[in-house]
Every structure is written in C-alpha cells, then in structure tokens.
C-alpha cells in the first residue's frame, strides 16, 4: 500500500512539468522545477547529500551532486518537452495558472515523505539482505573502503583527549559516511586496549545513534554499557544520548540494556552526577517496555 501511495506521489512531481508544458509556459520554468526535483531528491534520499559542511570538502560529493542536479534538468526538460508536444498536436493550450503544476510537483514533496520514511527503507534492507545471506550461507557484503575509518580515526587522535563537542562533530559526519558496523569492530578494539577518552565518547556517540544501533547489531547499546568504566561524565553522556534516541525511534527499546543491567550499574555509581541520566533512562526503557 505504501509503496503504492509513493508512486503516486511521484506521479505528481512529474505531473507538474509535464502541465506547464502542456500550458505552453517557457523553458525559463524547467530551472524552477529543478529545483523542486532536486528538494525532493534531498528529502528522499538524504543520505547521498551529507549535512556537515567539512564533508563538501571532499571533491567527490559536489562532482556527485552536481551530477544528480543535472540528471533532474535533463528529467524536467524531457517531462516539460513532452507536454509541449502533446499540446502541439492537440492544437490546445490549457489555460492553467502558473502555481498550478509548480504547486502539484512540490505537493509530492511532503505527501511521499509521510507515506515512505527513507531511513526506516535503508536500514529494513541493509536487514533483509543481511538475514538473506546467513539464510543461503553467503557472505556478507564487503564494508567500504577501509582507508575512510582510518582517516576518520586519526582525525579522532589528532582531538584533544577531552573535547566532547569536537568528537560530537566528527561521529556526526562518521555516522553518515562510514559503515556503522565496520566502524563499530574498530571503535570496540580501541577501548579493548588503552583507550583515550575521545575514544570512549565517540564509542559512547556511536552506539547509542538509532541507524548505528539498526546496523550495526541489536544489542549495541548493551555491549557498550557492559564496557564502560564507571565515570559519571561518560556514563551521564550514555545514558542522554540514549534517551534522545529512544525517544526519536522506541523501537530501539530491545536494544537497550535491561532493567537489571542499568540498576545494577545505577548501584554502583550512586549519589554521583551519573544517576539521575541512569535512572531517567531506566524510567524510559520500562515505560517502553511491551505489556504483557
């Protein structure tokens, strides 16, 4: 049913060039529409167009978006040029107000965003595929390139030891661009060893983002929980993040650490600055939890 409603609503984003054509409106108005495929583009694909700025950097993503951006003039002005044609052998020109097929096209913008959420669809393929392939005993897709987590991580060295707003920034860009369970077995083998406190904030980051924990494994959270020291700054951190996170998506719930798990940990930092965030946590994850 979904996926029926999404075809519609694309119908209309290419029903408005294909009526100004038909209305005889000019070429001037294919830029226009552009710009309303290329919005939708962004909102339903979001993950091709990175939101940190420092990731524009790289030359790669402006040549990509660039080229996206080229393909949807070229899609107006095939649409635009075929209402046109249709109009010349009707030998009828509608008489239809501007902001009728500019309103039609961006109409399709937010009607395919409630019916079709993009990120929900990426992560319930990575899933199938991943279940597909334990089923038939294939391997798993290779993770991309392992250079890009090396660089990320000696970004990562290059911070401060304490600098939680400098690492918040770089996991931000890290969760969009890198493969959160390649990333996960890296960060995992950095607090095995002697790790840094950056490297605990960024584990701590990583593991309590709602696609890192999709991903990357359903019991994410839990197992970095089981690893962190009892310092209230980190586990304050954990439990914030955590809750944010569980509040934006509650279908994390089963992945988060069990009543046992947080109380115990509450017991063992008691009267510390870390309780209340446990204990809000604790709080959240019951109230999720299903009733039997």
Known sequence: ???????????????????????????????????IFTLWLITMRPGDWPRDLSAWARPEV?????????????????????GRGIGGVMGFLPPLPVALPLGLSLLSIPVARLVWNPVKAAEMDAFLTGALAQIE???????????????????LDALPDDAPAAVARLMHRAIEELDPRALQERLFARVAGTPRRADWQALILHATEGSAVHFGGGDYPTRCLMLLPDDPALLTLYATELVRSLSDDPGLW??????????????RVADSAAEMPLRDLLALTMDLAPRE
């Open 137 to 155: 005993g294939l391997p798993r897709e290779a993770p991309p390139d392992g250079g890009m987590i090396d660089r990320f991580l000696a970004e």
């Open 1 to 35: 049913m979904r996926i029926r409603m999404l075809m519609a609503a694309t119908a209309l984003l290419y029903l408005g060039p294909l009526l100004a054509g038909l209305a005889g409106f000019g070429w001037p108005m294919v830029y226009a529409f552009a710009t």
């Open 62 to 82: 402006p040549v990509r978006a660039l080229g996206q951006v080229v393909v949807q003039v070229l899609l107006v002005a095939l649409m635009f040029g075929i």
């Open 254 to 267: 089963d992945a988060c650490p069990s009543p046992e798990t947080l109380m115990a940990r509450i017991d």
